[in-house]
C-alpha cells in the first residue's frame, strides 16, 4: 500500500467515525428525516386514485407528503402527482417504486428521495431491485446530468468519474425505508414477495430493525399494513421495535382512518403515521357530493358558499365522511369535524364554480362573443378567480393558491373551447413539452351537469 493510499484511508476513517460520532455520542440528530413529523400522507401517483379539489386544504395539516405506490405508477404520473404539489407548502419526498420512475424533474421537485428495502420479502425487493435501481442511475440519469450540467468539453473528459460520483451522491443522499410488510394481501406484499411464511413475531421484527439501524444505516423502519389496520399485532411489533431504535424513525402505514387508530400506534412507539386510502376517498366523496347539492339546489351551480354551507348541515353527517376520517388522523388539528366541514364546503364550491365559470364561457362561445380563450375578459377571469382562490387554501401560500385557482380555471375553459371550435392557441396543445401542462385527470373536476 502506497503512503498515499495510507493517508486517504485515515481520512476516510476519520471521516466515517465523524459521521458515527454525530450518530451516537453526540447530542446531534443527523437524520435528515424530521424528527417532529408524526403524520405523512401518502399520494398514489396512479391515474385512478383521484385527489379531492381542495387537495391544498387537507395537505397543509400533515407533517410530509410521500409520494409512491405500488401499481400502475409511471414517471408520467408521478412528474403529474409533483406538479399538482406544487401548490402545497408541505414538503414531499418520492417514494419510488421502480427506478425509472426517478427523473431529473422528480429528484428537483421532492425534498428527498426515499428508497424502499423490504426486510421480510424476497431478495429482490431486499436488494435485487436496488442494484437495478443503481446501475438505471449510473448509466441513464448520472450521465445524462453530467451531460447536462457541464460543458461538452468537460463532460467528454471528466464525464465517466463525475456520474460515478453523482450516483454514490445520489444515494448517499436518499433515505432509505425498511420495510416488514405484514399484510399478505397487499399490494406491496405481492410486489415484494412477502407470504404468510415470511410474517415476522414483534422479536424477529426489532432483531431485523436493530440491523436496519446499525448495519444498513436506515432512516425509516416502516411497519406496513398497507389497506388494512394492524391493531394489536401492529401494537405488539412496534412496541417491540421502539426501544430498540435511536436514531432510524419508526413510521406505521396500513388504514388509518380514525383519530383512535392514530393515538393507539403513535403511543406504542411510532414516529409517525402514514395515512394513504382515506385521503384518496375523499375526491370521489367531495365530487358526489357537489352532485348532490346540485340537484337539491334552485340555483344549482350558481349557488354561493352560504348556501353550500347550509346544505351541508341538512344533508351530510359530516362526522361519518372521508373528509372527518382522514383529518381525524391528524393529531395536530383539534377540531377535525369542524375542519372537515369547512374543506368540504371549499371542495364543493371549487367544484360549482368551476361547473358555472364552463357553462358561461359556452355560453359565450355560443353567443359568439369570444372564439379563443384570449378574448376572455379579465374581469370574467378575476370573478371566477377570486372565488375559486378564497376557498383553495385555509390560511398562507396565497400565491400557490392564486396559481392554483388560475389552472384550475384555464382548465375547464379550454375544455369549453376544445370542445365547441377546436384546437386553440393557448393550453396543452400549444406546450413544447418542457414543462407538464396542468394534470387536471387527477382532479375530479367536470362530472357536474354543465
Ligand atoms: C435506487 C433507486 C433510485 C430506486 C430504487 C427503486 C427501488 C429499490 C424500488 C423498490 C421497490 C420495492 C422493493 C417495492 C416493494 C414494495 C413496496 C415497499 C411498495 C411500497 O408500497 P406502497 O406504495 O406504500 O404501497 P401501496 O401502493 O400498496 O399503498
Ligand atoms: O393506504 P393505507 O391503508 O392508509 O396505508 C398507507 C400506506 O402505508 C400504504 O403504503
Not at 242 to 257: H, K, N, V
Not at 266 to 271: E, I, N, Q, R, W
Request: include cysteine.
Amino acid at each position: 500500500m502506497s503512503a498515499f493510499d495510507r493517508i486517504a484511508r485515515t481520512i476516510g476513517r476519520a471521516a466515517t467515525a465523524g459521521c458515527l460520532a454525530g450518530r451516537t455520542l453526540l447530542p446531534f440528530d443527523t437524520n435528515p428525516v424530521p424528527g417532529d413529523w408524526e403524520h405523512v400522507t401518502k399520494v398514489d401517483p396512479e391515474d385512478a386514485k383521484k385527489l379531492p379539489i381542495a387537495y391544498p386544504r387537507y395537505l397543509q395539516y400533515t407533517d410530509g407528503i410521500s409520494v409512491g405506490g405500488s401499481a400502475d405508477v409511471t414517471e408520467t404520473n408521478t412528474v403529474e402527482t409533483f406538479r399538482l404539489l406544487s401548490s402545497v407548502s408541505t414538503p414531499a419526498f418520492h417514494e419510488p417504486s421502480a427506478a425509472s420512475h426517478v427523473t431529473e424533474g422528480t429528484l428537483s421537485a421532492s425534498s428527498f428521495l426515499a428508497v424502499p428495502q423490504v426486510l421480510n420479502g424476497d431478495d429482490e425487493a431486499f436488494v435485487g431491485s436496488l442494484g437495478t435501481g443503481t446501475r438505471f442511475i449510473r448509466e441513464e440519469l448520472a450521465p445524462a446530468a453530467v451531460e447536462k450540467l457541464l460543458p461538452a468539453p468537460v463532460a467528454n473528459r471528466y464525464g465517466d468519474r463525475l456520474a460515478e460520483f453523482f450516483t454514490h451522491w445520489m444515494l448517499y443522499s436518499a433515505v432509505f425505508e425498511a420495510y416488514v410488510i405484514q399484510n399478505p394481501d397487499s399490494a406491496a406484499a405481492r410486489e415484494a414477495g412477502v407470504d404468510e411464511s415470511g410474517l415476522l413475531s414483534p422479536e424477529q421484527a426489532r432483531d431485523r430493525a436493530i440491523a436496519a439501524e446499525r448495519y444498513l444505516g436506515s432512516e425509516v423502519l416502516y411497519l406496513e399494513y398497507s389497506g388494512t389496520y394492524g391493531g394489536s399485532e401492529a401494537v405488539d411489533i412496534l412496541e417491540a421495535i421502539a426501544p430498540s431504535l435511536d436514531w432510524t424513525r419508526l413510521w406505521y402505514g396500513g388504514g388509518i382512518d380514525s383519530r383512535e387508530k392514530a393515538t393507539e400506534v403513535l403511543s406504542a412507539g411510532a414516529d409517525a403515521v402514514i395515512v394513504g386510502d382515506v385521503f384518496h376517498r375523499i375526491a370521489a366523496e367531495e365530487a358526489d357530493f357537489a352532485s348532490a347539492f346540485v340537484a337539491d339546489s334552485a340555483v344549482g351551480t350558481s349557488a354561493h358558499t352560504d348556501r353550500i354551507d347550509a346544505w351541508i348541515d341538512d344533508a351530510v353527517d359530516v362526522a361519518d365522511t372521508a373528509a372527518a376520517e382522514y383529518i381525524s388522523t391528524i393529531p395536530s388539528v383539534r377540531d377535525p369535524v369542524g375542519t372537515a366541514r369547512a374543506s368540504l364546503i371549499a371542495g364543493i364550491t371549487a367544484h360549482c364554480v368551476l361547473a358555472k365559470a364552463e357553462t358561461d364561457v359556452r355560453e359565450a362561445i355560443r353567443e359568439g362573443q369570444v372564439a379563443d380563450p384570449s378574448e376572455l375578459s379579465e374581469a370574467f377571469r378575476d370573478d371566477y378567480h377570486s372565488r375559486l382562490e378564497a376557498g383553495l387554501v385555509h390560511a398562507g401560500n396565497g400565491s400557490q393558491a392564486s396559481t392554483l385557482a388560475a389552472d384550475l380555471l384555464d382548465t375547464v375553459s379550454l375544455r369549453a373551447f376544445r370542445e365547441m371550435i377546436g384546437p386553440t392557441s393557448e393550453g396543452p396543445e400549444s406546450d413544447d413539452g418542457a414543462s407538464v401542462s396542468f394534470p387536471a385527470h387527477h382532479l375530479p373536476i367536470g362530472e357536474l351537469p354543465r
